[in-house]
């Protein structure tokens, strides 16, 4: 079946909506390289939107009816939006779910060494990543520092032009005769991801290890905090720098985290627009799902079924069952990026069930691995739905399987979320260097998945 690339089709007035939309999406890009970032950056924009926190509500027995738009966190890296629909939430709402997570270097809680006049970081990787492509690029640090009394200090270091960055150095060529036969698994080791923090002593210090020394009066006099405070601290290692436009014609977007942030950001520019829904729209943008979706802050956790159930008391409409048939009613896309075809590995693909650029939002029927193992299978009835409002709201889009079916595989939150008997499917966009540090999209894509999202959460009806 031929799908057109979308770039042939548009009109000037499109192009100039694209471009607004992947500028404002590379500024979000580069203010959200946390999941906390994100979370606070996503809760600012719902309050600009009139959303209220689910909090204040239930303390001011506030009761919910259509129109409403409220939402909830949990520990500052989950967030749900609720619009509260004019349809009995029983009968399903249409869920729009991503994650804010992506994979990157995580500071040890006792991390800080030296050795040989040079002071390191000592680190453990998340997620799914190639080790040696996180090595000699500039590198920034997020994330923040919780003192004994409970307060708290954001950390950025890296980002401003006037910061320093840092690096994870690797062995000169000249040395590598051995370092060169080993597996690309193992060229760089987990533990060799130390981040490179200085080599100045502290002058005129009676201390053994002077640049450690250094750096931690750094680190109290700068950003006020000491060497035991790591204990409790969340630090994160990006690659430093922002999201810029790529290729000569401009049509892309290269930056850090675009798995799984380029759905998380599109899917809530476009739960934002929506007004007064027939169905209560939801978008559910989550932590964990780099390392299985586990934890207080994943999609496993009970977070959005209590959030759910705390709604539906305000409302004043029924008891717990009410909050089952919603879930069982509900429809979801699960907004989770596709492998792009990259015809330089394409014996890693077959090329006929592959996401490419510039063809729109991407379906993925199943994604696991091989046998479909661990994969949310999507129903044809609401596959054939989802086709008429693409088509009818002119939205690009076609649908991908996630390389050869012998070759590897992945998964997303789809399964978690169809458990509850929803109807759900993979939908998100097309990625070229997926979990690299530095990852390629087409504005295209980003533009279509924007369309495609709202378009589902304004006119999906119930599945019968």
């Not at 031929?2 to 042939?8: A, L, T, V």
């Not at 590598?176 to 080993?182: E, L, P, S």
């Not at 907004?335 to 077959?350: M, T």
């Not at 993925?364 to 044809?380: E, H, L």
Request: glycine residues 10%; negative net charge; hydrophobic residues 35%.
């Amino acid at each position: 079946m031929y799908r057109k690339n979308m770039w042939e089709v548009y009109d000037e007035k499109q192009l100039g909506q694209v471009e607004r939309l992947a500028e404002q999406y590379k500024k979000d890009l580069d203010l959200g390289k946390t999941e906390r970032e994100c979370v606070d950056i996503i809760e600012k924009k719902a309050i600009d939107k009139g959303y209220k926190n689910l909090e204040d509500l239930i303390k001011g027995k506030y009761t919910v009816k259509a129109g409403d738009k409220v939402y909830a966190k949990c520990m500052g890296k989950t967030i749900v939006l609720f619009n509260i629909g004019r349809e009995p939430i029983e009968d399903g709402m249409n869920i729009l779910g991503a994650h804010l997570d992506s994979p990157r270097i995580d500071v040890k809680q006792n991390p800080m060494y030296e050795n040989t006049g040079l002071a390191y970081l000592d680190t453990h990787y998340y997620g799914g990543i190639k080790k040696y492509q996180w090595v000699t690029i500039p590198l920034a640090i997020h994330g923040v520092v919780v003192k004994k009394d409970g307060s708290k200090i954001d950390i950025v270091i890296g980002e401003d032009d006037n910061d320093p960055v840092f690096v994870i150095t690797d062995l000169l060529i000249h040395l590598a005769q051995d370092q060169m036969q080993k597996k690309a698994n193992v060229v760089i080791e987990g533990e060799g991801l130390d981040l490179l923090l200085g080599s100045r002593g502290l002058k005129d210090s009676e201390e053994k290890e002077l640049v450690k020394s250094n750096i931690l009066k750094i680190l109290k006099d700068k950003y006020g905090f000491e060497e035991e405070d790591f204990l409790s601290a969340e630090l994160e290692i990006v690659p430093a720098g922002k999201a810029r436009d790529c290729g000569l014609d401009r049509s892309m977007v290269i930056g850090y985290g675009q798995d799984d942030r380029v759905c998380a950001f599109t899917s809530l520019y476009a739960m934002l627009e929506v007004e007064n829904p027939a169905r209560t729209s939801c978008c559910i943008l989550v932590d964990k799902e780099e390392i299985g979706s586990t934890g207080a802050t994943g999609m496993q956790s009970r977070f959005f079924e209590d959030s759910l159930m705390e709604l539906v008391n305000l409302m004043d409409i029924g008891d717990s069952m009410t909050v089952r048939r919603a879930m069982r009613n509900s429809t979801m896309l699960s907004s989770d990026v596709s492998a792009a075809y990259d015809p330089l590995y394409s014996n890693v693909y077959e090329k006929q069930n592959s996401a490419h650029f510039g063809m729109g939002l991407v379906f993925n029927k199943y994604t696991g691995a091989r046998g479909k193992s661990g994969s949310n299978d999507a129903n044809a009835e609401y596959i054939a739905a989802l086709r008429s409002i693409m088509d009818d709201n002119e939205v690009g889009y076609h649908t991908a399987e996630l390389g050869r079916v012998d070759q590897g595989g992945g998964g997303t939150i789809a399964y978690i979320l169809a458990g509850q008997g929803m109807n759900v499917i993979d939908s998100g966009v097309a990625v070229l260097s997926m979990h690299a540090p530095m990852e390629v999209t087409s504005k295209a894509d980003i533009y279509e998945a924007y369309k495609g999202y709202k378009a589902f959460l304004n006119d999906m009806k119930k599945i019968d």
